[in-house]
């Protein structure tokens, strides 16, 4: 008896693509003539091939078709990590510093980040994160008051901004950037490098239901690594 759910639809494709019934770059029936083979409504078949389409297997192009990709794609997943956590899994010992907080208006290059008019009012924090003692993670935080009305007030002294955030808010998107900066004289300072050193910097921006809640920067002390698993 031929499958009736979509998960066993998509199960029974994905077996048959595995074994050559349709190679790389091979064209897979159309969802009608598929859904009559599995005795099941189009809508079902549909949703098999949208979740294979996501899992990179294969793809789909008006008038072309649906084909099995040559290479399928792979996609890396980043979680948003607290640093205590971080830093605890290395075996270090965990400490922070809040080193600047004030309320202010955007400056033109965070307004665009945020996508938010220059007249918004935002909580600005300048902290430091460290392992046994020495300097881990410099993070430069501006949050969105109309997403997070509570952190006006709230006292980041002892608890640093992101695990304020993890326990109020939750976010919906997220956009993050990698890239190597030169250390300026300020961060040398706070990370006990010398000013020109290549650091490696996250720029993330997150939001909740297309609201902007924050936009961050960590700088990292030299010869930090990311790993990921795709």
């Known amino acids: 008896m031929p499958p009736a759910t979509f998960k066993a639809i998509k199960a029974d494709l994905l077996r048959r693509i595995q074994h050559g019934e349709w190679p790389p770059g091979g064209r897979l029936p159309d969802e009608v003539d598929l859904a009559g083979a599995y005795g099941v409504a189009r809508t079902t078949v549909g949703r098999a091939m949208r979740e294979l389409v996501a899992d990179g297997l294969i793809e789909r192009r008006r008038k072309a ?3 099995v990709r040559a290479a399928p794609l792979r996609s890396a997943r980043f979680q948003i990590p607290l640093v ?9 010992a965990y400490s922070y510093r809040l080193l600047a907080s004030d309320i202010a208006d955007p400056p033109a290059g965070v307004a665009a980040a945020l996508r938010i008019g220059p007249a918004a009012r935002l909580r600005h924090l300048l902290c ?3 392992a046994d003692g020495a300097p881990y993670q410099l ?6 008051l109309a997403a997070a009305p ?3 007030e709230a006292d980041f002294s002892a608890q640093g901004p992101n695990e304020w955030l993890v326990s109020k808010i939750p976010f919906t998107s997220a956009e993050i950037g990698f890239s ?5 004289a300020a961060q040398s300072a706070h990370l006990a490098c010398e000013p020109g050193t290549a650091l490696f910097c996250i720029d993330r921006r997150t939001e909740w239901q297309r609201q902007p809640v924050t936009l961050v920067r960590l700088i990292y002390r030299e010869g930090h690594r990311l790993t990921t698993r795709y």
């Open 65 to 67: 078709g649906t084909r």
């Open 84 to 92: 205590r956590d971080e830093i605890t899994t290395l075996g270090a």
């Open 128 to 130: 430091l994160h460290f």
């Open 139 to 144: 993070e430069d935080r501006w949050i969105n």
């Open 150 to 152: 509570d952190a006006a």
């Open 180 to 184: 190597a900066v030169a250390a300026s």
